[in-house]
């Protein structure tokens, strides 16, 4: 019934009912209730595999990125690295996986310490990770000729703040890949940067991955520009995964009515989107400490079934192989 | 020219419908000085709008599209170094009008603004219907009876549920706070509203929706929009014509069918390469380079450096040039 079972082949990555939730104050002894961010969510990352997470902000996405990395505690569930487990380790323990897992932000600028020039940026992992001079400058040279910072020798003093958008990303690109790790975790990587850069840095990443046959964790709300740069897509609402599947499956044929609404959303520039209204449903997305009953989506959602959509939690379907949805209309 | 309260209401409008151009900018420049030379942010910027047309303003960010709507409306920061041009608003050159007559008779009057990431400025110790019937009071333009009247009014006007004119910015979502900041810029009734990146910091979902009301009002009040954004998917949501602005400078200016489709100007059509789209099968590509720094820009055309089309005449800088019915600061349309 789900992706689990497919342990077997290269499965670098698995998430197994993972469920964060972080407790609101408690009033004496009373406990008050918790935020539900991350609320049963299961999937795999297989080796060498880019895959996409869409969904709005307040979905769980990035709570769900960093319970990942290990910097939000899982209330139930397990994560599987490399099969190993990882899930609420403290934080000696979880030292190989981080050296194993890279991450690049949001925020390149916010990512870069303003004080530190590229050169040094990049050599600290190098000396956690207890590298010998020699390989530690070799290495540097090597990764900033991998993300085109070149020629090297003028980037390697260069401060972030004398970078551009697009060179700072590279930096943080390249910091996130230079311990060789297995898997690059993305939160939004280029939502901060314009159009034209946008391509060139997921083009980039996409050169990395397919070089060092890395899987890539995308994280995003914005699907049109990640879509020829990873293979499979997740699609989260209100901390659930309603939907999983292939790129080409959910712009082609998705199937949660959530997902439809999304890509009705969403718009290709064209002059006669002015002359259109689009067909999305009103409403916002449900308050995680009392979510509603049954499916998450039902009070938006126009195909709902009286009786069970606002009763019964759908469990996952497969109407098709490989692709997977949380809905009672699938059933 | 006070404003009586009841011309205030959303059915004048017609009386105040004028012909042709409802703004007329001539040669606007805005240079900021900075510690390491004068930032020429906007530079000579011409264009005119029709009453009633939407005009999208699409760029990179640093290209000017920001200070041109700050021009236009004198919400200068204090480091500017030149400031001048014409800037005609229903016939009137009010680039001429004093700061006090300017904010009496022009800013939110005549033309109102939403800024970006605005639904986060929302004050959060008043209530909200208060705060969107607060330009109408600051002058005493408006009793306040009035003004909460016609609070009301804009509230539904942007799809607000009456109830929330008494609530607190914290108890409204994002997308009501951003519905809340646009019901102020309709609250004197403008003639144009500039919607500086109106949706970019709402969800996919919320954003469609805010899309759809800003729709609605342009065709219920014939408001004329100048709309700012990065993101040209959603600038074609709103856009009769579009300005492309390139390192300062306007370097398109066409029809939304046009610009869309084929755009003439060869960063323009880069640019729309660029754009990913979900539903063609088309790869995006990416412009290589970077633009130029706006303190020393270079000498010919600006774009000439990362240009593919690029020959010798692209050392001078090339006027407008009139291709069809669209404006192209391009050498190659030099014939025409």
């Not at chain 1, 999304?262 to 449903?281: T, Y």
């Not at chain 2, 303003?57 to 200070?67: A, H, N, Y």
């Not at chain 2, 007559?101 to 800013?107: D, K, L, N, S, Y």
């Not at chain 2, 006007?157 to 519905?179: D, K, N």
Request: neutral net charge; aromatic residues 8%.
């Amino acid at each position: 019934m789900s992706e689990i079972e497919n342990m077997q082949d290269n499965v670098l990555l698995s998430i197994k009912d993972l469920r964060t939730w972080f407790e609101l104050k408690r009033w004496g002894f009373l406990h008050a209730g918790s935020v539900r961010a991350v609320d049963g969510v299961s999937f795999d990352v297989k080796v060498g595999q880019a895959v996409t997470i869409v969904g709005e902000s307040g979905s769980g996405k990035t709570t769900l990125l960093r319970t990942i990395l290990g910097l939000a505690r899982p209330t139930a569930g397990e994560i599987t690295f490399n099969g190993r487990r990882i899930e609420g380790q403290k934080a000696h323990d979880l030292a190989w996986v981080r050296s194993q897992v890279g991450f690049v932000q949001q925020d390149p600028y916010g990512a870069l310490a303003p004080f530190m020039n590229a050169g040094t940026i990049l050599r600290e992992p190098l000396i956690i990770n207890k590298m010998g001079t020699d390989e530690q400058e070799h290495r540097v040279r090597e990764v900033m000729d991998e993300v085109r910072l070149i020629p090297v020798e003028d980037f390697l003093s260069k401060f972030p703040h004398m970078l551009s958008g697009g060179q700072q990303q590279r930096l943080v690109i390249a910091r996130a890949v230079i311990l060789r790790p297995k898997l690059v975790v993305a939160d939004e990587p280029v939502s901060m940067l314009d159009a034209s850069v946008r391509v060139e840095i997921l083009e980039l990443m996409r050169k990395i991955q397919a070089t060092h046959s890395l899987s890539v964790l995308y994280i995003t709300h914005d699907l049109s520009s990640v879509r020829y740069f990873s293979e499979r897509v997740f699609v989260m609402y209100a901390a659930k995964m309603v939907e999983k599947t292939e790129v080409n499956e959910v712009v082609h044929n998705p199937l949660h009515p959530y997902t439809q609404a999304l890509l009705k959303a969403i718009p290709d520039p064209d002059p006669e989107n002015a002359d259109k209204f689009r067909d999305v449903p009103p409403g916002e997305p449900p308050n995680l400490i009392n979510p509603p009953t049954g499916c998450h989506f039902h009070p938006r959602c126009t195909h709902k079934i009286k009786g069970l959509c606002d009763v019964e939690e759908p469990p996952e379907f497969e109407p098709s192989p490989g692709h997977f949805v949380e809905c009672w209309l699938y059933k | 020219m006070r404003q009586e309260p009841k011309t205030v209401s959303g059915s004048s409008r017609g009386l105040r419908a004028t012909q042709g151009a409802v703004l007329d900018v001539e040669n606007l420049y805005l240079y900021f000085g900075a510690t390491t030379g004068v930032v020429r942010a906007v530079d000579r910027v011409s264009f005119k709008l029709n009453h009633g047309r939407s005009l999208a303003i699409v760029g990179e960010s640093g290209c000017g599209k920001t200070s041109l709507a700050r021009a236009i409306l004198r919400l200068l920061p204090r480091n500017v170094d030149t400031y001048k041009g014409r800037v005609l608003v229903d016939g009137n050159d009010v680039m001429k009008f004093s700061e006090e007559r300017f904010r009496r008779e022009v800013r939110w009057v005549k033309i109102s603004m939403v800024t970006q990431a605005a639904m986060n400025s929302l004050n959060p110790v008043l209530k909200v219907g208060y705060q969107v019937a607060e330009p109408l009071l600051l002058d005493h333009r408006v009793g306040k009876g009035d003004a909460m009247e016609r609070a009301r009014e804009v509230f539904q006007t942007v799809g607000i549920p009456e109830a929330f004119l008494q609530r607190y910015a914290f108890e409204l979502s994002g997308g009501m706070r951003q519905r809340a900041i646009i019901a102020m810029a309709l609250v004197a009734n403008p003639l144009i509203v500039i919607l500086d990146e109106p949706t970019s910091a709402l969800d996919t979902l919320t954003q469609a929706n805010i899309m759809n009301a800003l729709k609605k009002i342009k065709k219920d009040l014939r408001l004329t929009y100048i709309f700012i954004t990065h993101d040209i998917a959603t600038s074609s949501e709103l856009a009769d014509e579009v300005i492309c602005m390139y390192a300062g400078q306007l370097v398109e200016h066409s029809k939304a069918e046009r610009f869309y489709r084929e755009p003439l100007h060869p960063y323009a059509r880069m640019l729309m390469a660029s754009v990913p789209t979900l539903r063609l099968d088309k790869k995006p590509e990416f412009i290589s380079g970077q633009p130029p720094s706006l303190i020393n820009p270079p000498q010919g055309c600006r774009f000439a450096e990362r240009c593919p089309r690029r020959f010798e005449r692209c050392q001078e800088e090339p006027p407008l040039f009139t291709h069809g019915d669209g404006l192209v600061k391009c050498w190659l349309y030099e014939r025409d």
